[in-house]
């Protein structure tokens, strides 16, 4: 049973930094490719970051790259992004997602099948 509860959102100023964490359990992060997307209120679900565990290989969307890190703790089950630089756009519940390992792009939502509960960020201006 894959189980993901993402912490570390707040509310924070432009400009100002966070940390979000995706505690993971229930399978084996290597068999898996993981992301974080987000989603504001009145849009669709966004893409942000993602990654394959093999060879940390990364990928962002346009808007975040440059400010946004995703990194993993196999030791710890924990996915992480980090938040630079932060935007009013940004302002989102954000969302660790897994699906199975996949040649397809990161970015494409359609094969992420768990997603944690969300957490909210808000930056003001």
């Known amino acids: 049973q894959v189980q993901l509860v993402e912490f570390g959102g707040g509310s924070v100023q432009a400009g100002s930094s966070l940390r979000l964490s995706c505690a993971a359990s229930g399978f084996s992060f290597s068999n898996y490719n993981m992301a974080w997307f987000r989603q504001a209120p009145g849009k669709e679900r966004e893409f942000v970051a993602g990654m394959r565990w093999i060879g940390s290989v990364t990928y962002y969307a346009d808007s975040v790259k440059g400010r946004f890190t995703i990194s993993g703790d196999n030791a710890n089950f924990t996915l992480y992004l980090q938040m630079n630089s932060l935007k009013p756009e940004d302002t989102a519940v954000y969302y660790c997602?897994?699906?199975?390992?996949?040649?397809?792009?990161?970015?494409?939502?359609?094969?992420?099948?768990?997603w944690g509960q969300g957490t909210q960020v808000t930056v003001s201006s």
């Open positions: 997602a897994v699906r199975e390992r996949t040649s397809a792009s990161l970015s494409t939502p359609t094969l992420y099948n768990s």
